[in-house]
């Protein structure tokens, strides 16, 4: 990098340099992008997040369409217009990788990895293409359609806030705004670039393509129950309130607990198992969490669905709104509590072993 301040010194031409430390370049800012994105999520107003991430869709809008313009009609050759034309791509790849690790992060937040592993693994791929393969993402099909998935990724974010409603209308609503959007924004785009008219069919097919694959991640469950999150779950021996605290008797939880979720509890026939949790929702937002318990029978070698026990929340609580179900008698083997919204959603799980003292 110091190299970099030299060659300036030196007057070294800009695109010269650009050039010479492009990777470097995009490499630092998709990373300090992405660690920004984590700190904006966890410590800014909700609606500040949404506000920059909006910025962010504007300026990748605006700046494809200034570069397909640029190149199709061409502008006065004015060094202005040149050095503009030269940064615009960079300038929506960055915005690209913020919208892209920002619904990462919401969507890691929400919901649980061994449900909504194919939206991961789609945003990690695109997060991880954005950056090793972005002069093929300077084709027009190939914008429009990382323009339509962040547009429609961010309409999906956005309206469960905006509406504090978790209700599947908002979502299909979300969606076709977002396509008529994307298909209008494609549309501009040909206006203003008419050499693309022969690409037109490959456009909106692509738009198209993206939203059909969005929905059937939703309706098959693989995109979490935005606005909520979960922050806390786990299995205990006792959950008894104190003031505006909870006091929690159980096992001491390891890294590998924690990480893979997994405990061990020891208990005298017929006392309480407690399952507790805290989950985030946003301001005005009332819902109810249920906890699906579960009892896998080796012989059929299927988890056997038992209880739905259920407990309301009602948002605005930056911490979380803390809750617990709890059964007796368990059969000893392996069990799990899933986390879910009222649509069945699932927010996470509890997974443990029970044993039976002697």
Same mark, same amino acid.
């Given at each position: 990098?110091?190299?970099?301040?030299?060659?300036?010194?030196?007057?070294?031409?800009?695109?010269?340099? &650009?050039?010479?430390?492009?990777?470097?370049?995009?490499?630092?800012?998709?990373?300090?992008?992405?660690?920004?994105?984590?700190? *904006?999520?966890?410590?800014?107003?909700?609606?500040?997040?949404?506000?920059?991430?909006?910025?962010?869709?504007?300026?990748?809008?605006?700046?494809?369409?200034?570069?397909?313009?640029?190149?199709?009609?061409? @502008?006065?050759?004015?060094?202005?217009?040149?050095?503009?034309?030269?940064?615009?791509?960079?300038?929506?790849?960055?915005?690209?990788?913020?919208?892209?690790?920002?619904?990462?992060?919401?969507?890691?937040?929400?919901?649980?990895?061994?449900?909504?592993?194919?939206?991961?693994? @789609?945003?990690?791929?695109? #997060?991880?293409?954005?950056?090793?393969?972005?002069? =093929?993402?300077?084709?027009?099909?190939?914008?429009? *359609?990382?323009? =339509?998935?962040?547009?429609?990724?961010?309409?999906?974010?956005?309206?469960?806030?905006?509406?504090?409603?978790?209700?599947?209308?908002?979502?299909?609503?979300?969606?076709?705004?977002?396509?008529?959007?994307?298909?209008?924004?494609?549309?501009?785009?040909?206006?203003?670039?008419?050499?693309? $008219?022969?690409?037109?069919?490959?456009?909106?097919?692509?738009?198209?393509?993206?939203?059909?694959?969005?929905?059937?991640?939703? @309706?098959?469950?693989?995109?979490?129950?935005?606005?909520?999150?979960?922050?806390?779950?786990?299995?205990?021996?006792?959950?008894?309130?104190?003031?505006?605290?909870?006091?929690?008797?159980?096992?001491?939880?390891? #890294?590998?607990?924690?990480?893979?979720?997994?405990?061990?509890?020891?208990?005298?026939?017929?006392?309480?198992?407690?399952?507790?949790?805290?989950?985030? %929702?946003?301001?005005?937002?009332?819902?109810?969490?249920?906890?699906?318990?579960?009892? &896998?029978?080796?012989?059929?070698?299927?988890?056997?669905? $038992?209880?739905?026990? %259920?407990?309301?929340?009602?948002?605005?609580?930056?911490?979380?709104?803390?809750?617990? *179900?709890? $059964? *007796?008698?368990? =059969?000893?083997?392996?069990?799990?509590?899933?986390?879910?919204?009222?649509?069945?959603?699932?927010?996470?799980?509890?997974?443990?072993? &029970?044993? #039976?003292?002697?």
């Amino acid at each position: 990098m110091f190299g970099w301040f030299k060659h300036i010194r030196q007057g070294a031409k800009l695109k010269e340099v &650009y050039q010479r430390y492009e990777r470097a370049l995009v490499s630092l800012f998709l990373i300090g992008g992405f660690l920004l994105d984590f700190f *904006t999520f966890r410590t800014l107003d909700i609606h500040i997040t949404l506000t920059i991430l909006a910025i962010h869709l504007s300026l990748a809008a605006l700046t494809i369409l200034y570069v397909f313009h640029y190149d199709d009609q061409g @502008l006065l050759q004015h060094p202005f217009w040149n050095r503009l034309r030269f940064f615009a791509p960079l300038i929506t790849q960055l915005a690209f990788g913020s919208l892209l690790s920002m619904s990462f992060l919401f969507y890691w937040f929400s919901g649980a990895l061994s449900v909504s592993w194919p939206i991961f693994i @789609l945003l990690i791929s695109l #997060i991880v293409l954005n950056e090793s393969f972005r002069h =093929a993402y300077l084709r027009p099909v190939a914008q429009v *359609t990382l323009f =339509a998935f962040v547009l429609l990724s961010y309409a999906t974010l956005t309206f469960p806030f905006l509406f504090n409603s978790l209700d599947p209308w908002i979502v299909i609503f979300a969606g076709g705004l977002s396509l008529v959007l994307s298909l209008l924004f494609a549309l501009l785009l040909i206006r203003v670039a008419p050499g693309l $008219k022969k690409m037109r069919e490959r456009i909106i097919v692509s738009v198209c393509a993206t939203f059909v694959a969005m929905s059937g991640l939703y @309706l098959f469950d693989f995109i979490p129950p935005i606005p909520l999150s979960l922050r806390e779950a786990g299995v205990y021996y006792r959950v008894q309130r104190v003031g505006n605290e909870y006091e929690l008797v159980g096992e001491p939880r390891t #890294i590998w607990n924690t990480i893979f979720g997994t405990q061990t509890l020891y208990q005298e026939a017929g006392e309480r198992v407690y399952v507790f949790t805290s989950v985030y %929702s946003p301001a005005d937002l009332d819902t109810i969490i249920f906890h699906q318990w579960e009892f &896998y029978d080796p012989s059929a070698q299927a988890w056997i669905k $038992k209880d739905r026990l %259920s407990f309301p929340i009602t948002g605005g609580n930056a911490i979380g709104y803390r809750g617990y *179900t709890f $059964k *007796t008698r368990l =059969a000893p083997g392996k069990w799990r509590v899933r986390v879910e919204t009222e649509l069945g959603q699932v927010l996470g799980r509890v997974q443990f072993t &029970y044993n #039976i003292s002697k």
